[in-house]
């Protein structure tokens, strides 16, 4: 405990990193704050807040910090920020034009960051206007305002909320601590814990399971999170040796190195991609109203199916190993290898080292996404067991891997300024490795979720 009250002391000592973690608080507050005002024209007393955290729509809710049931300036978040620099990461495998941009270095960087947010403009506003026609029924506007002007001036609210908020999170990234994006996504999931967390705890002393039973859940939940922090860091240390290099009176090389490969490599996107898919069964009905009384199509529309939970782990896996390919080039990294005279003791360099590390790519995904999926489906499993819906959302899933990977990567980069400065490390070993992000168009900094 000493050291540790040490270690935040030295934190407030060095003034730069003194001065960034109070702009990052600073910035989040002001997130924080604007997720309280209202659109302009809703009666907020009419809004049905409860109905806005269940199913797809609580999901939303919660990466929007409670925004999106409040009828927020920042209802939509950052997501539609995420699902553009998806867009353009995966333009930039199947169009040449954007392949060639992320190889122009500063100035193609530059043009896909601009990309990026012309899309997420595009994307907000769409998202906007389905939230208004679903969310905000005609009863809960203002009378002293028409409808047609309500809705326009609400999408354009909304996109410049979103865009707002896009700015906040470029401005922890350069004036702050951490990665902007990822931290106010986790922010956001975080400010649900305490309702959830009283929520639960009044549903076991009101005779459903008792004190025990809530106890029992608090470890099961910090056994599940420590669980995720192995899958998070795990990585698989491939050894390469460099050839001896002597210039003038220097040594270069004739050391061993290790390439860290990660259990999983794919991060949070499986579960995302997964989830799109999964939500199609449950929109079938809403345009063929006569597959609403289908057994299948009812079966997979419920969230707490073993069949809709079954299909979900099966399609993690698949994505896991999908996004995988696409995202660790085998080929490249023996390239590289190769120029820069590496190789890995008893491979021949080139094609064999790629078919070697494609290898152990093979191996080691296979037990990633199948934890991932495990801690995908978790939730669904504890609310089956009798665990609330908000709550049950902690125990697994996005929300779960995106906190421990924003909180890894912000102590990470606390550490650094640490070790700079010749102080002790918040960590025994001075280092913490690993992060599970989402990739942005290149040259951006991608957001750690």
């Not at 499993?381 to 912000?410: K, Q």
Request: proline share 4%.
């Amino acid at each position: 405990m000493k050291k540790l009250f040490t270690t935040l002391s030295n934190i407030w000592k060095i003034e730069d990193l003194r001065v960034r973690i109070t702009n990052t608080l600073l910035f989040l507050l002001i997130y924080r704050i604007g997720s309280y005002v209202v659109l302009p024209g809703v009666n907020y007393a009419s809004l049905n807040t409860q109905k806005a955290k269940e199913g797809l729509v609580g999901l939303l809710n919660m990466f929007a910090g409670g925004s999106f049931s409040r009828a927020s300036i920042f209802a939509l978040g950052v997501m539609p920020y995420i699902s553009a620099s998806i867009v353009v990461q995966l333009l930039g495998i199947a169009v040449p034009y954007f392949t060639k941009l992320q190889k122009e270095g500063e100035s193609g960087r530059n043009k896909l960051n601009q990309w990026t947010r012309y899309l997420t403009i595009g994307i907000t506003a769409l998202q906007a206007y389905g939230y208004v026609h679903s969310q905000i029924q005609t009863d809960q506007i203002s009378p002293v305002m028409s409808v047609f002007a309500f809705n326009v001036l609400s999408i354009f609210v909304l996109t410049a909320g979103t865009l707002f908020v896009m700015w906040l999170g470029e401005k922890i990234t350069d004036k702050g601590i951490g990665n902007g994006i990822s931290l106010i996504i986790m922010v956001g999931i975080i400010a649900q814990l305490p309702g959830a967390f009283a929520g639960e705890f009044d549903q076991r002393l009101n005779g459903q399971g008792g004190l025990i039973t809530f106890i029992a859940e608090i470890v099961a939940l910090i056994g599940v999170v420590m669980f995720t922090i192995l899958i998070v860091q795990g990585t698989r240390k491939i050894a390469v040796q460099y050839a001896k290099r002597i210039v003038g009176n220097k040594q270069y090389g004739g050391v061993r190195q290790y390439i860290p490969l990660k259990v999983n490599a794919a991060g949070v996107m499986p579960i995302i991609f997964a989830q799109a898919l999964m939500f199609i069964p449950a929109t079938i009905p809403q345009f063929f109203p006569s597959t609403g009384t289908n057994p299948v199509v009812m079966a997979l529309a419920n969230y707490n199916s073993w069949a809709h939970n079954l299909l979900f782990a099966f399609l993690i896996i698949i994505f896991t190993y999908f996004y995988t390919a696409i995202t660790v080039n085998p080929n490249q990294m023996a390239e590289d290898m190769k120029k820069n005279g590496g190789f890995v003791p008893g491979v021949k360099p080139g094609k064999s080292t790629a078919d070697f590390i494609d290898g152990v790519i093979s191996k080691i995904t296979l037990p990633g996404s199948v934890f991932l999926a495990i801690i995908a489906i978790i939730p669904a499993l504890v609310t089956m067991m009798g665990v609330s819906g908000v709550f049950a959302r902690f125990f697994g899933g996005t929300s779960l891997i995106i906190l421990v990977g924003v909180v890894l990567d912000t102590l990470q980069q606390i550490e650094s300024h640490l070790l700079m400065r010749h102080y002790d490390g918040l960590m025994k070993t001075g280092r913490i490795t690993g992060r599970t992000s989402i990739p942005t168009s290149a040259g951006s900094t991608p957001p750690v979720i």
